[in-house]
């Protein structure tokens, strides 16, 4: 064993010794769980897989308080403390820790008492550093590992892991209650020694705890103290399918998380579960030692839990689960290469996988572990490689790992605000426009700018609005026409050649567009016959029939946007596609509250040439809505804006992400249902994406880093407004992935870093705008020091308000 | 100084000889003089403006020169007058300056 042992240190810089500590200790705690104190997992390590198949066991019988062991997966990490992973843990955590689980679980099928002896003996290391880790539990526990270390032999090192396992389980402490520190499994590692301190029996504590442990596994037989280890933690994590799959799954979620082992299995199977969850999404880097599974984790760890807690019920689920322990720890020990910890953490993973259904190990996209599946296996890895690198506390782990410096000379700075001459006349002729006489001659970019900066300023009247539509122009764009009422339209209009318009924006025009207004408009049939593009949102009078005459009156008609036209019901939609059915590219019917979407179905599909669709905010829209609608027309489509409607789940991204292949824009906003299934949908079928709207969505760091690394690289536009747990991981997939990004927007992501934001605009080289609002973390190190010359950060408390309220004006009619 | 300056011609003859430097700050007379090719622009080091004035070729001169002041750090103001601005306008949006 001891061989063993040693073996599985080597792997984790400079972890390795305390790992093999954790492992003895995961044994050792096996044996003793004297104290009932489930060492779950290490802190460190992934120790969720290990305590898995044990924990449950353990835990389930015991009838003492539930304290759940807190599994210090970052413990584990270090090589410290993990060994708390108690009895039945030890061998279960072995595989997070990355090798010693393996150890453990070997001997553990039919070797316990062995196994416990063995943990005895190593687990005094880890013991300490469990003991360090520990929440609630006593003291003496830490004392006693203290002289425990003196005795263990990697004493030191250990030390050093039980600093790292208490940052962690302290880090953790907040997180549950429940939640036991797996420094009491240590103690049972030290079995012998340190219950030798603790003034409990030496071997025979040792043994008794063993004994315990046993009798734990065997379904609390025995309580061993108030803090049960209970490999549960990890089990509940990572309850992948079959008890082997709960250990991938586990592992990697507990990464640097120490694993709360409830003592009652059963019920704190779900709320440990949960708790992993959460951890799991908090957790930025871990060592991956389930990665591949983590997609399905989320999704499926409630069905794992079930399973975890159905198993846990018989010694025999116990038994199966150190032989699947063993099973994994074997192939890791191996293959195990000290210094890469990614590779071993594939290779256990493969292992995983060939017992779970998929394999995500292969980088083909295939049906489930696809692109995506991959690209978070990628990211679990970087996390887990940067954690064995570090051997700093916990904290550190949270911290960035993100090796970014500001620069110092700042010259670049002053260049691009150089006002060009052009934005200097634009402003003198929008203070002086009353004073123009004539837009003759001047082509449509400038009139269109002129027409934004006087509706902003609120100096657009009747007098720029003759200007713009005297004589025969081409293209007339007003984005506020509330000023306007229905006789100056109309009176503009009868001087207007209509011709050769083929832009239309009248936008908020409720005012001045009432029905019988629309007769002043198009004063004959066809009267607009160039016209290709037509904007008449916020048209609140407006009603079908209105709609009819302004359609009939444009015939080659592209593009609609009839936002915000409270009136309008499906049958304007029908109107629609008979007239121009075949033609119509665009379509926008955001806010049409009279709009029922599933009536204005059939008409939908009729619409054959649809490049964007536009619906957001019609609460009608259902799952049903999207999946039938993007079958038919899913190939041809573009854009589809989706946000506010609450109702869509994870099945319609899938049915667009398998439909929708050339989709290029993409619009989520608010639809808090979706899952980090989600976006592994669109990563694996949206691979054309340019532009992502996220906003208040609850995915996790991982998923949007893992979309970014398999679709991310033509992205131009991304927002991850409020989707607030994107962090480290997303913005190393940015910088390494997203060259071509223009625009991003990261206001309420608090968990960046001003490294993180450094490295992404240093990498981003043509990002322009970079909105930031609510991110109140960032410093002048950033502001001062990246060194991207062009990018506009908006948002900051002293900067230009509404700056980032700017939309840009379109070259073309059509956006396509 | 041959070297270093270009000649604008404006659309009544004037010729405006100024530094390369300084006409470099709109983008389209820098793409004409650097583009890769035997173009008359390249090899005379001028360029003519037909449908520019010359009084507005002026005022975009001046503008070259106020540019490149302020992008050294001396910000001040630079001041249009109305009646021009409009052509200016136009100008400016050709020349993409």
Not at chain 1, 137 to 151: N, Y
Not at chain 1, 365 to 373: A, H, I, K, N, Q
Not at chain 1, 477 to 482: A, E, G, L
Not at chain 1, 803 to 814: A, F, M, T, W
Request: proline share 4%; charged share 25%; aromatic share 4%.
């Amino acid at each position: 064993m001891r061989a063993l042992r040693s073996r599985v240190i080597p792997s984790s810089s400079a972890e390795t010794p305390i790992k093999k500590s954790e492992q003895s200790t995961e044994i050792d705690t096996a044996a003793p769980a004297s104290d009932g104190v489930e060492v779950v997992g290490t802190p460190s390590q992934s120790s969720v897989p290990a305590p898995d198949s044990g924990a449950p066991r353990s835990a389930s019988v015991m009838p003492q308080p539930r304290r759940s062991l807190r599994l210090a997966s970052a413990a584990s990490r270090r090589g410290g403390g993990a060994s708390a992973e108690g009895l039945p843990l030890p061998l279960k955590s072995c595989p997070w820790k990355g090798v010693g689980s393996g150890e453990g679980a070997s001997p553990c099928e039919g070797e316990k008492v062995e196994a416990f002896t063995l943990g005895r003996r190593g687990g005094m290391s880890d013991r300490q550093n469990i003991g360090k880790r520990k929440l609630e539990d006593d003291a003496s526990l830490i004392d006693s590992k203290g002289s425990k270390s003196l005795r263990s032999r990697k004493s030191v090192t250990k030390r050093a892991a039980h600093s790292d396992a208490e940052n962690l389980v302290n880090a953790f402490d907040i997180e549950e209650n429940q939640w036991i520190m797996l420094s009491k499994i240590t103690d049972l590692d030290g079995g012998d020694t340190e219950n030798r301190e603790k003034g409990s029996c030496n071997d025979e504590v040792g043994s008794f705890r063993s004994r315990k442990i046993l009798r734990r596994e065997d379904k609390g037989k025995d309580k061993i103290g108030d803090n049960e280890v209970i490999g549960l933690g990890a089990e509940s994590s990572g309850s992948k399918p079959g008890g082997i799959g709960d250990q991938p799954k586990y592992g990697a979620e507990e990464i640097g998380k120490a694993k709360i082992v409830c003592d009652n299995m059963l019920s704190d199977c779900s709320s440990v579960i949960d708790l992993d969850m959460e951890i799991n999404n908090l957790r930025q880097k871990s060592e991956s030692i389930g990665q591949e599974f983590l997609n399905v984790a989320v999704a499926q760890r409630k069905s794992h839990r079930v399973k975890a807690v159905g198993e846990s019920s018989s010694s025999d689920i116990i038994r199966r689960n150190f032989r699947n322990i063993a099973r994994r720890s074997a192939s890791r020990f191996a293959h195990f290469n000290p210094d890469d910890e990614g590779g071993n953490n594939s290779q256990v993973k493969a292992e995983r996988n060939a017992s779970a259904a998929p394999r995500p190990a292969d980088p083909e996209p295939e049906d489930w572990p696809g692109p995506f599946s991959t690209a978070m296996k990628i990211i679990r890895d970087r996390g887990t490689n940067v954690s064995t690198l570090q051997s700093n506390s916990f904290f550190n782990k949270w911290k960035s790992p993100i090796i970014w410096a500001p620069r110092r000379d700042r010259h670049t700075q002053a260049k691009r605000l150089i006002p060009s001459l052009l934005e200097l006349c634009l402003n003198v002729l929008a203070a002086n426009a009353n004073a123009i006489t004539s837009l003759d001659g001047v082509p449509d970019m400038p009139r269109h700018k002129l027409s934004q900066l006087l509706c902003d300023s609120r100096k657009m009247n009747k007098h720029f609005f003759d200007l713009l539509v005297g004589g025969s122009p081409t293209e007339i764009r007003v984005k506020d026409s509330s000023w306007l009422t229905e006789e100056e339209l109309s009176e503009s209009f009868k001087r207007c050649d209509t011709r050769n318009i083929m832009v239309l924006q009248l936008d908020q025009c409720g005012r001045c567009l009432p029905d019988y207004a629309i007769s002043s408009i198009s004063c004959s049939a066809s009267c607009f016959p160039a016209l290709s593009t037509i904007s008449i949102t916020g048209a609140c009078r407006l009603t079908d029939d209105g709609l009819a005459t302004l359609i009939s009156s444009a015939p080659s008609l592209r593009s609609i946007n009839i936002s915000q036209c409270s009136l309008l019901t499906a049958s304007s939609i029908v109107t629609l596609a008979n007239k121009v059915g075949s033609l119509l590219r665009e379509l926008y019917i955001d806010d049409c509250q009279s709009i029922d979407a599933m009536l204005i179905l059939p008409a939908l599909k009729r619409l054959e040439n649809l490049q964007v669709l536009s619906v957001a905010g019609i609460s009608s829209v259902s799952d049903d809505f999207v999946v039938e609608f993007v079958a038919q027309l899913g190939h041809n489509l573009r854009e589809l804006v989706l946000s506010d409607c609450t109702n869509l789940t994870d099945a319609s991204i899938k049915t667009i992400a398998e439909v929708c292949p050339g989709l290029l824009a993409l619009n989520l906003v608010n639809l808090t249902k979706l899952t980090d299934s989600a976006v592994g949908y669109l990563a694996n079928g949206c691979q054309a994406l340019e532009k992502l709207i996220l906003c208040r969505n609850t995915f996790s760091d991982e998923g949007i880093a893992a979309f970014l690394e398999a679709s991310g690289e033509l992205l131009q536009e991304l927002s991850l407004n409020n989707v607030k747990k994107v962090s480290t991981d997303t913005a190393i997939s940015l910088a390494k992935k997203s060259r071509k990004l223009q625009s991003l927007d990261l206001s309420w992501c608090r968990n960046m870093t001003d490294e993180a934001f450094g490295l992404i605009v240093d990498s981003c080289s043509c990002l322009k705008e970079l909105k930031v609002f609510g991110c109140t973390q960032i410093t002048d190190t950033f502001l001062n020091g990246h060194s991207n010359a062009e990018v506009k950060i908006v948002g900051l408390k002293m900067a230009p308000l509404l700056e980032h309220c700017r939309v840009l004006i379109p070259d073309n009619p059509l956006k396509y | 100084m041959r070297k270093d300056t270009v000649k604008l011609i404006s659309a009544e003859g004037f010729e405006f000889v100024i530094d390369k430097r300084a006409a470099m700050v709109s983008q389209t007379i820098r793409n004409m003089l650097t583009s890769p090719g035997i173009f008359a622009e390249t090899q005379l080091g001028e360029v003519r403006f037909p449908e520019i004035s010359t009084t507005i070729l002026e005022k975009i001169c001046q503008y070259f020169y106020w540019s490149l002041q302020y992008a050294s750090g001396k910000e001040t103001e630079f001041h249009i007058e109305p009646e021009l601005t409009l052509e200016l306008m136009m100008a400016a949006n050709y020349l993409h300056t």
